[in-house]
């Protein structure tokens, strides 16, 4: 029985045309397969003309070229074709096959489009299936951080196809196409290649990596086309078609050193070097390849008389040419036909045992079939190679091949090495399916490292990225993280925001726990503080002493000593108030120190609103027994404070029944802290009782300001008016400041405020009654008075 097989004429396929042979002869001596028969074949090959593959196909069902339709044969009759075509040429064989439903087994690479058992019914492919060839170059383009990244692939079905896969699985790991370079099939590229060089040289310059698909009608081109255009400092990742094409080439720098080549796992079949070894035309004396091999690489000549080979090289075989000329080891291509072989050999095997089961002892011998009967054993066979492979021909049985990662070694030039580095399984869990030995790489020439690919440099931690306008995704320029944000990896795409209890380091690159802080006593301000604090209410203490031992003198008498008593002690609790704000809050300091500040306050200007209602009273009253004496004579003005302290009471109550401060913390008015404050609670309930505040200190200063002038030794509405607008003063110039601080400040702001009115009430009112009393006892004297009461009272001449 015949098989048939049809390769492209290429010198450097000559490999797949041993393999088959070998295939064949090794079955022929297996008694376990075929026993009763052996295999023959036939040979054709062709360029890529069309034409010639019917002309091919016609021989093949005819047995000779003039006649159509009609067959010859007598003796022997091929049973199927093994053929490695693309999809155009394999749709013209099949359409002509498939008139007679003849057997068609193709050993090229897994091609989709010829899985259509409607267009194709009698088509076998043995290639396993390639569609994780995308997933695996990705991986490893992720395996080396390589983010821009060039694509060089072959027109036709099936590079579309592979574009469309890798473009799907780069966008999903955030890998960028730098270019993308469809290469036309091998008539178009004659005739339009020298601007196919431009195209390729200008635009893969900035790029480093590049994958290439490319199938076997395009395959030249491609080589040409980087070999001769474009420097040698590029990493190619590239499928095992692309390197075979490689044997007769010869560039002065290989462009090719360090390329990764995908190629189809397979087991090493030991016995095919052996074979290789042993092959010479005069064993295959029918072969004229093989002769005209010998004859251009080991120097022989040939016999006038018969034309054979004469002189060779003692022991010569294709074992000991240059990687560049031979390669011992079997391509994806040749374990394809190697395993075609088998998977008819088996089929014909099978099918001729079922025969024979049904066939009488008899008639054994004269089993006749026809080839259209090998198609059910062909589509169920299952078997192992003689590699120990499990191998069938049905697509729906066929698993996604596993790759052999290969380095290519090619320097100095012809070495031709291909080192395997790893693997890529897809059958297993994602983050296991590269195994890559990098000690082992060799890359392009002059690199001793693992280049980097990318459009732009990484960001590094502080750093997040962003986009460049119109540009890939890959391109992007690296900005600081604004402040409390970090981004503690490399190319983070944004930053991340500390959590209020923590806060970003100088670098942006890590999150630090806030210290707790707050107005406390250890503090310089704090310190600073509750020291004046301390030494106003000592000072007013001080004064209340000093007017309580010269109580019975004019300057305390004269100017209602019940008030100014009132006064000073209103004032020292208006100092010792101050300390409530400062030092760690709780719920009570917090409800205390604004109640207290308000009350206290109240106390101060009511009793200065009642100082200076008594002294319009006492020098606006002349006669006797009116009624505006009586209330002078009764103390009504002191009834001044009482009100005014019941009505910030009632709205201090209010305050603290609505909505009362509470503990609050601030993680953003210092860098690193958090500070604990005083919340107000109800803003409204706090400005009313400042507004309250505020108008009593305004109604005092305009009474006080109204009494200014009038004439006395001991008037006081002077220092009351000077008094008050200090206070006014500063309460007015707290407001804008008090809400222009954060933390601690704005507490410090409010504990000034206080101590300065208050000082500012001690000093203008009692400062100059104390001037007198230390320094001028002359004017604290009761005939003094009254000289300059008279005095003042004589009307002018």
Same mark, same amino acid.
């Given at each position: ?85 693309? /999809? ?57 951080? /390589? ?94 078609? /692309? ?63 018969? %034309? ?112 395997? #580095? ?75 925001? %500390? ?38 209410? &000592? ?37 010792? %108030? ?21 009350? &206290? ?97 305004? #109604? ?98």
């Amino acid at each position: 029985m015949k098989d048939f097989l049809i390769v492209p004429h290429l010198p450097n396929r000559y490999q797949n045309f041993l393999a088959f042979i070998f295939a064949i002869e090794e079955i022929n001596k297996n008694p376990h397969l075929l026993s009763n028969m052996s295999l023959g074949y036939e040979f054709h090959n062709f360029l890529y003309s069309h034409w010639r593959i019917v002309e091919s196909s016609l021989v093949l069902l005819t047995g000779q070229n003039e006649i159509p339709n009609y067959s010859c044969r007598r003796k022997s009759k091929p049973v199927a074709v093994l053929t490695e075509t693309s /999809w155009a040429a394999s749709s013209q064989v099949s359409t002509l096959l498939e008139l007679y439903r003849f057997p068609q087994v193709t050993f090229g690479s897994f091609d989709p489009m010829l899985r259509d058992n409607g267009q194709f019914p009698s088509l076998y492919q043995v290639a396993p299936k390639d569609t994780s060839l995308a997933l695996g170059m990705v991986s490893l383009m992720l395996h080396f951080s /390589w983010t821009w990244v060039g694509l060089i692939i072959t027109e036709g079905h099936r590079g579309v196809q592979f574009l469309s896969d890798v473009r799907a699985e780069m966008e999903r790991n955030r890998i960028c196409v730098a270019f993308l370079k469809m290469v036309s099939s091998a008539f178009e590229s004659y005739f339009f290649r020298p601007l196919q060089h431009d195209i390729i040289a200008r635009e893969t310059s900035p790029v480093t990596v590049v994958i290439i698909y490319c199938d076997t009608e395009t395959l030249n081109d491609i080589n040409y086309l980087i070999g001769q255009n474009v420097g040698t400092w590029r990493v190619w990742v590239t499928n095992s078609q /692309w390197h075979a094409d490689m044997s007769g080439a010869n560039f002065i720098l290989n462009p090719f050193h360090g390329s990764f080549i995908f190629s189809n796992h397979h087991e090493e079949i030991s016995a095919f070097k052996n074979f290789v070894q042993e092959a010479n035309p005069f064993r295959y004396p029918e072969d004229t390849y093989l002769t005209m091999y010998w004859l251009n690489h080991f120097r022989c000549s040939i016999s006038d008389s018969d %034309c054979a080979l004469r002189n060779c090289t003692p022991n010569a075989s294709l074992a000991q040419l240059p990687m560049n000329r031979f390669d011992t080891d079997m391509t994806d291509e040749s374990y394809n036909i190697y395993n075609a072989v088998y998977a008819v050999a088996h089929a014909l095997h099978e099918m001729l045992f079922q025969q024979t089961q049904k066939l009488t002892i008899r008639n054994r011998g004269l089993s006749i079939f026809s080839p259209w009967q090998l198609h059910p054993f062909l589509r169920n066979i299952q078997f192992n190679s003689p590699a120990g492979e499990k191998m069938h021909l049905n697509d729906e049985k066929k698993l996604d091949a596993e790759y052999d990662i290969l380095n290519f070694w090619n320097f100095p030039d012809g070495l031709r090495l291909k080192i395997k #580095l790893g693997t890529f399984t897809p059958h297993v869990p994602h983050g296991q399916q590269l195994s890559l030995t990098d000690n082992m790489i060799e890359w392009m020439t002059g690199i001793t490292e693992a280049p980097k690919s990318v459009c732009s440099k990484s960001c590094n931690p502080g750093f997040w990225k962003t986009p460049q306008e119109g540009k890939a995704a890959c391109c992007f320029d690296c900005t600081p993280c604004s402040e409390n944000e970090i981004a503690n990896d490399t190319d983070m795409e944004q930053c991340v925001k %500390c959590p209020d209890h923590q806060y970003a380091n100088t670098a942006r690159i890590q999150c630090l726990q806030k210290s707790v802080t707050f107005l406390a006593y250890e503090h310089p301000l704090g310190k600073m503080l509750a020291g004046t604090a301390l030494s106003f209410t &000592v000072l007013t203490a001080v004064v209340l002493g000093l007017f309580v031992k010269h109580r019975d003198t004019p300057i305390v008498k004269a100017n209602n000593r019940a008030l100014s008593y009132t006064l000073l002690i209103s004032l020292t609790f208006c100092f010792l %108030c101050s300390l409530l704000f400062i030092g760690r809050p709780n719920t009570a300091s917090c409800i205390l120190r604004q109640t207290t500040f308000a009350v &206290v306050f109240t106390v101060a200007v009511s009793t200065v609103l009642a100082k200076t209602v008594t002294v319009v009273l006492a020098f606006k009253v002349t006669a006797p027994g009116r009624r505006m004496r009586q209330l002078l004579v009764s103390g009504a003005p002191n009834y001044i404070i009482p009100i005014c302290s019941l009505i910030q009471l009632t709205l201090c109550g209010v305050w603290m029944g609505t909505n009362p401060p509470y503990i609050d913390t601030d993680a953003h008015s210092e860098h690193g802290h958090i500070i604990i404050t005083c919340n107000k609670g109800s803003l409204t309930a706090f400005y009313c009782v400042l507004g309250y505040l505020g108008s009593l200190a305004l #109604l005092s200063f305009t009474v006080a300001f109204l009494a200014r002038n009038l004439p006395d030794t001991f008037n006081e509405a002077k220092f009351l008016t000077f008094s008050m607008l200090v206070f006014c003063s500063v309460w007015v110039t707290f407001l804008p400041v008090y809400h222009s601080s954060k933390g601690k400040v704005m507490v410090a702001m409010e504990v000034f405020s206080i101590l300065i009115s208050s000082a500012g009430l001690l000093g203008c009112i009692f400062g100059p009654k104390c001037y007198i009393i230390f320094l001028r006892l002359d004017r604290n004297s009761l005939n003094n008075f009254r000289n300059k009461t008279r005095s003042g009272r004589k009307k002018p001449s």
